[in-house]
């Protein structure tokens, strides 16, 4: 069975990092580059959506552990998957010894169901196909406590800020050196979607418009909430 697009595409783009870059600038330049400074902007986006210490937390396409380096300080059940093994394993080396972190390749997370605080996905429905979002959320709604909580990131037309990246898309796709999927959500869209699943939509929130206290993420975000019966 072939491997998904997904796999497929990340595991080649961390392989050209490497080979052009020195570790530690490829395992940043592999999540987007500014490693220590989004890492922490997460953090802060996970705590006003309601991270707090002895949560647990599972951290879905942790990539090379920007986020989990910024929870140090703060006492997690925390759970890092993706789909590369090398930077499962440079996640590994930045973050404190109890955290845990999982080459998981399937569009689900790993772990019992209402058994989860809070699951969060940044950068990582803005490389998938709408249906395999919809499926991580299916499964991310199983593995949820009756009130937790799920934190994404997504690209989406309608902010003009975001409009380069699809235009960089354009260009990369005609010169045929597109290294991953690009995908935009409209946030009526994941209305919908939360509509036909049963979540609640707590907040959607304009990448420049950061409620929390700090510098925007760059992304959209948005916190749902699993209902409580």
Sequence with gaps: MSQPHFVKDYEAFVEMLLANFS????????VGGAYGEI?????????????????????????????????TQLPLNYLGTDVVQKLLDYAQSK?????????????????????????CAFS???HLQHTESYIYLTDFLRALKPG??????FLEFSTDDHWSVFASTVEQQKAGTLAHLNMFIERSVIEIWCRHLG?????????ADAPWAGSPLGQCTAILRKPVP
Excluded: W
């Design 95 to 119: 973050a404190p010894p109890g955290f845990k972190f999982v080459r998981h390749v399937e569009l689900s997370v790993p772990v019992e169901s209402d058994s989860v605080d809070m699951i």
């Design 124 to 126: 990582v429905f803005t």
């Design 39 to 71: 890492g922490q902007i997460e953090r802060v986006i996970l705590e006003y959506a309601g991270l707090k210490p002895g949560m647990s937390l599972i951290d879905v396409g942790c990539g090379s552990g920007r986020l989990a380096s910024s929870l």
């Design 199 to 207: 979540f609640e939509v707590v907040q959607i929130v304009n990448g």
């Design 23 to 30: 570790t530690d600038e490829a395992m940043s330049h592999a």
């Design 148 to 153: 937790g909580m799920v934190v994404f990131s």
